[in-house]
């Protein structure tokens, strides 16, 4: 059983939006290796590892040269905000990928749905969907530590 | 399980500095993706392709060898509806 470490990462946002109160914006992060359309695996990438999203999103200039199976070829996805100006043109698909971190552990392959994005103006993030559903997610801001176990 | 190739330690370097380096990033980009080559951003750019090459025209480093971060505008939060 592979324990892989995460990143709890934050930063200071003052920003007019927010009246420029100070805000601390922490994320989990994991390094993720996909697999590719050769058959290698891309160096580890940095993802946000969201418990709130139930699939994966990818970039499009990374998705477009991984292993990918497309299930649907014009599908939207979005945010808090449903107006079709704020939805995001996507495929969704199947990629391949792995958790990874710096000691060298490294998870199985996990086969994930995703929305495929068709811009580049979103990050990497992956999301529940057989991903998290496979693994134990744990993490403590004040230690601080964070790590994922598969079952 | 063992992984069965080696990342070189200077890629964990630089993938790592961008985590360390967030406010500052953040205060500085927005909305793009940042190359990072030798614990610096070596380029900037709306996609990951052109920020690597870039970066690569920059540095000599291949494209597939530089990390990329994604610099967020503020909060983001993305639902899935």
């Known amino acids: 059983m592979a324990r892989i470490s995460l990143q709890l990462v934050s930063q200071q946002v003052v920003s007019p939006r927010f009246g420029n109160w100070p805000l601390t914006v922490i994320r989990l992060r994991t390094r993720t290796e996909l697999r590719q359309s050769g058959g290698s695996y891309t160096r580890p990438l940095k993802a946000i590892l969201d418990t709130g999203a139930p699939l994966s999103v990818l970039p499009r200039s990374l998705w477009q040269t991984l292993d990918t199976e497309i299930h649907v070829a014009q599908a939207t996805f979005g945010g808090i905000s449903q107006r079709k100006e704020c939805q995001i043109p996507c495929a969704i698909g199947t990629v391949h990928l792995r958790l990874c971190d710096e000691a060298g552990n490294v998870s199985r392959v996990h086969d994930v749905p995703a929305f495929l994005a068709k811009t580049d103006r979103v990050p990497l993030i992956l999301g529940f969907a057989s991903l998290m559903e496979d693994l134990t997610i744990h993490f403590d801001y004040q230690k601080p530590e964070a790590w994922a176990e598969e079952k | ?81």
């Open chain 2, 1 to 81: 399980m063992e992984k069965e190739d080696t990342v070189p330690q200077w890629y964990w370097d630089d993938l790592e500095w961008a985590s360390e380096h967030s406010t500052e990033l953040h205060q500085k980009y927005h909305d793009v993706w940042v190359a990072i080559v030798d614990k610096q951003v070596a380029a900037a750019a709306r996609t990951i392709r052109q920020a690597r090459k870039i970066a690569s025209q920059k540095t000599g480093r291949r494209p597939e060898d530089i990390p990329v971060e994604f610099i967020e505008s503020g909060i983001v939060v993305y639902g899935q509806n």
